[in-house]
């Protein structure tokens, strides 16, 4: 304990660093395990897709979603879904939603904003569409 306090007060800066990323991990940790949002795999998509209809809500613009999108998503651009426009989603609110972007990183606040609005269970699937396809995962084109 007395090098932990010797080593502190020699390095105060490094020390302060990893404090606050200590704080950070937990923060971020606890902020997951009660958040109403969930990150699933794409096994775990899959699997809600084929025995749970969900829907797939796809945030990029519509250029890349005519790219490469998965078979019967629903496409409401984030910016959309953050000023509460997306009454074309308002017949599936008892249904799973599964929010997808481009690589994963995007779609937490689109679907945090769906939750807000009475969505009963909405997930973010990780990686996104990136990660669909780099597991080989099927994408229509065009639409």
Same mark, same amino acid.
């Given at each position: 304990m007395q090098e932990i306090m010797q080593f502190a007060s020699n390095n105060p800066i490094l020390s302060l660093a990893w404090?606050?990323?200590? /704080?950070?991990? $937990? /923060?971020? =940790?606890? !902020? @997951? &395990? %009660?958040? !109403?949002? +969930? =990150?699933? =795999?794409? @096994?775990?998509? =899959?699997?809600? &897709?084929? +025995?749970? #209809?969900?829907? $797939?809500? #796809?945030?990029? @613009?519509? #250029?890349? %979603?005519r790219k490469g999108h998965i078979s019967n998503s629903v496409n409401v651009q984030a910016a959309d879904i953050k !000023?509460?426009? %997306?009454s074309e989603l308002e017949k599936y609110k008892s249904q799973p939603l599964i929010v997808v972007c481009a690589s994963g990183h995007t779609a937490h606040e689109s679907a945090t904003k769906l939750s807000q609005a009475g969505f009963e269970k909405v997930s973010v699937m990780k990686d996104g569409i990136s990660g669909w396809n780099g597991d080989n995962l099927p994408l229509v084109r065009g639409k």
């Amino acid at each position: 304990m007395q090098e932990i306090m010797q080593f502190a007060s020699n390095n105060p800066i490094l020390s302060l660093a990893w404090v606050i990323l200590l /704080v950070l991990v $937990i /923060v971020t =940790t606890a !902020k @997951g &395990m %009660f958040s !109403k949002v +969930k =990150t699933i =795999t794409r @096994g775990e998509a =899959t699997h809600l &897709m084929n +025995k749970e #209809d969900a829907v $797939i809500v #796809d945030v990029r @613009g519509r #250029d890349e %979603f005519r790219k490469g999108h998965i078979s019967n998503s629903v496409n409401v651009q984030a910016a959309d879904i953050k !000023k509460g426009s %997306f009454s074309e989603l308002e017949k599936y609110k008892s249904q799973p939603l599964i929010v997808v972007c481009a690589s994963g990183h995007t779609a937490h606040e689109s679907a945090t904003k769906l939750s807000q609005a009475g969505f009963e269970k909405v997930s973010v699937m990780k990686d996104g569409i990136s990660g669909w396809n780099g597991d080989n995962l099927p994408l229509v084109r065009g639409k």
